[in-house]
T-cell receptor, first 114, second 112 residues
């Protein structure tokens, strides 16, 4: 059964700092790895999608990497801003227990202090 | 605009009163799924559908039903809601399981 873990659970940083969020998964047979942002009480906004054959994806100040062999993905945020404050989730779709499913981490709650 | 639309956004109901949460997508996606999100437990998959008339259970299907009669719609049905189904519910769709996911805005359900 796929398990996805995100560390740390919460993070508080001063504005302007570069930071790394971690996502680990136990089953490397994933189709892709997707990072989302969720604001309180709101839906999930897709940030980056890395296909299983790719190593990284970049969008603006965000860079996500994927290492299937070690079961890890990282989301790098450069020059953090107060508007980056949100919960960040990673998701790993694949086959688990015979079912097609998507397994989410519980998320990392990020606070960027002005 | 490409989107997943859920209705209602908020719902308060009483135990045992049947309800339906609708989900519709305009992207011609084949894969659709329902999740519930609870504090400390994260997002858990309830049901998913690979295509019209093809549905399967996720991690927490008990107390829920779904149907996929049309490609664009994937309603979530609670035949007899109970307080433990109080949660934030999300519908999501994807072109395929290998594609990226688009989420709806969520439905906050309270069962009293």
């Amino acid at each position: 059964k796929q398990e996805v873990t995100q560390i740390p659970a919460a993070l508080s940083v001063p504005e302007g700092e570069n930071l790394v969020l971690n996502c680990s998964f136990t089953d490397s047979a994933i189709y892709n790895l997707q990072w989302f942002r969720q604001d309180p009480g709101k839906g999930l906004t897709s940030l980056l999608l890395i296909q299983s054959s790719q190593r990284e994806q970049t969008s603006g100040r965000l860079n996500a990497s994927l290492d299937k062999s070690s079961g890890r993905s990282t989301l790098y945020i450069a020059a953090s801003q107060p508007g980056d404050s949100a919960t960040y989730l990673c998701a790993a779709p694949g086959v688990s227990g015979g079912y097609q499913k998507v397994t989410f981490g519980i998320g990392t709650k990020l606070q960027v202090i002005p | 605009e490409a989107q997943v639309t859920q209705n209602p956004r908020y719902l308060i109901t009483v135990t045992g009163k049947k309800l339906t949460v609708t989900c519709s997508q305009n992207m011609n996606h084949e894969y659709m799924s329902w999740y519930r999100q609870d504090p400390g437990l994260g997002l858990r998959q309830i049901y998913y559908s690979m295509n019209v008339e093809v549905t399967d259970k996720g991690d927490v299907p008990e107390g829920y039903k779904v149907s996929r009669k049309e490609k664009r719609n994937f309603p979530l049905i609670l035949e007899s809601p109970s307080p433990n189904q109080t949660s934030l519910y999300f519908c999501a769709s994807s072109l395929a399981l290998t594609g990226g996911y688009t989420f709806g805005s969520g439905t906050r359900l309270t069962v009293v």
